[in-house]
């Protein structure tokens, strides 16, 4: 197997993107990312596009093809296969990108990841995302995300002695990263008496734990290592690439305040990696939820288990704490256009090795670290990268 590294990024800005399509923001991301590999069209032997629910969202089936049209690669008829998983559909894209890759098959793989969200209600937003549990054993029941998620707070806190402060202070947190990144949804401090006046939506969950709905498109573009250097002259190699499941109904998992697939991704990532959580400098971790990022800290191996909401608190996971999570603001408040999100996250790793995330810059950063779930924990992505 070959090693594989990102030569080229882009990322349109997140948020309520009423002025562009999927197809202008796809397009935007793709020249963004093309530009910086220097690359042509002609030298792309395939594009990976994660899209959650296309159908739902725009009503528009068939996204592979589609972001072949819309990039101008049709007339190559450069093979495009669009992926879903969901909200981990965009960390599923890079990886079939890295493996076809990594396996010789391709040279040169775009990975990209797209969600038009907002031209829909916010009802209808909410029931095709609800999709990513099991419609037939929790959404009939009338279990939403935010619904599952709170379950899993509410466990977390009265098993482990969690607090909502604790909670709070990872919005506050990734609000405070997002003022410092132009392409995020929200650019706002938030403190956490703030998250705790804002409107109940689950107990213990308030508006302000929750993840937006988001318009976004990310793109990264892939070479073998051996010739990333023709193209970039800061590649970034992914030295880790691992995926796991786990049972999609909540109800059915061995532990409420444990996400499995992501304890399984993660431990195979870091031996791929050869290396420990102690070493990762940086890490964008799947915060749709406020309980989320504290669940996935400890469940990556960052802290002891029931220790999440403490590192929150105590500043472990800010920019010059232990480990910086969250560093674009996250999905809470970069934004979350679900198809997009996994790709973000590369996008602002690749960023953050190349020296090149402005004011939120982490210092001497060596290892970077991308998390990304599906639905409740069903899917979990975690991707390992390194200068």
């Known amino acids: 197997m070959r090693s594989v590294s990102i030569i080229g990024v882009g990322c349109t800005k997140f948020g309520e993107r009423w002025d562009s399509s999927l197809r202008d923001m796809i397009a935007e991301a793709g020249v963004l990312a093309i530009e910086d590999a220097e690359i042509t069209g002609e030298q792309i032997d395939a594009l990976y596009v994660g899209n959650m629910s296309g159908g739902r969202f725009i009503e528009q089936e068939h996204i592979g093809a589609l972001i072949a049209d819309c990039a101008g690669l049709s007339r190559l008829h450069v093979p495009s296969t669009r992926v879903e998983a969901a909200c981990a559909s965009g960390g599923l894209a890079l990886r079939q990108a890295v493996m076809a890759v990594a396996s010789g098959y391709c040279d040169i793989v775009i990975a990209a990841g797209v969600e038009k969200m907002t031209d829909v209600s916010s009802g209808t937003a909410a029931d095709a995302l609800a999709a990513a549990a099991d419609r037939e054993w929790e ?155 504290i669940l996935a800290i400890e469940d990556l191996g960052f802290v002891e288990k029931g220790h999440g909401g403490r590192a929150a608190e105590e500043g472990l996971t800010a920019l010059d704490g232990e480990v910086a999570v969250n560093t674009s603001g996250g999905l809470k408040a970069c934004g979350h256009p679900v198809g997009a999100t996994g790709i973000k996250q590369a996008y602002e790793i690749a960023l953050q090795l190349r020296g090149e995330a402005g004011r939120r810059q982490v210092d001497e950063v060596e290892i970077g670290l991308a998390h990304n779930v599906g639905g409740s924990g069903g899917t979990a992505l975690v991707h390992i990268f390194t200068r």
């Open 139 to 293: 959404c009939f029941f009338g279990a939403t995300f935010p619904a599952l998620y709170a379950m899993m707070a509410k466990m977390h806190m009265r098993r482990y002695g969690t607090t909502h402060d604790q909670m709070a202070q990872v919005a506050v947190k990734n609000h405070h990263h997002a003022c410092m990144n132009p392409i995020a949804q929200y650019q706002m401090e938030i403190g956490i008496d703030d998250v705790n006046r804002s409107s109940m939506v689950a107990d213990p969950l308030h508006v302000l734990d929750c993840s937006p709905i988001s318009d976004g498109a990310s793109v990264v573009v892939l070479a073998p290592t051996e010739t990333a250097r023709k193209f970039s002259d800061t590649p970034i190699k992914i030295v880790g690439c691992a995926q796991a499941s786990d049972t999609l109904a909540l109800h059915d998992r061995r532990d409420l305040t444990t996400l499995d697939a992501t304890v399984h991704a993660g431990r195979s990532a870091f031996r791929q990696a050869g290396i420990e959580p102690r070493q990762v400098d940086v890490a964008e971790v799947h915060d749709c939820f406020t309980i989320a990022e």
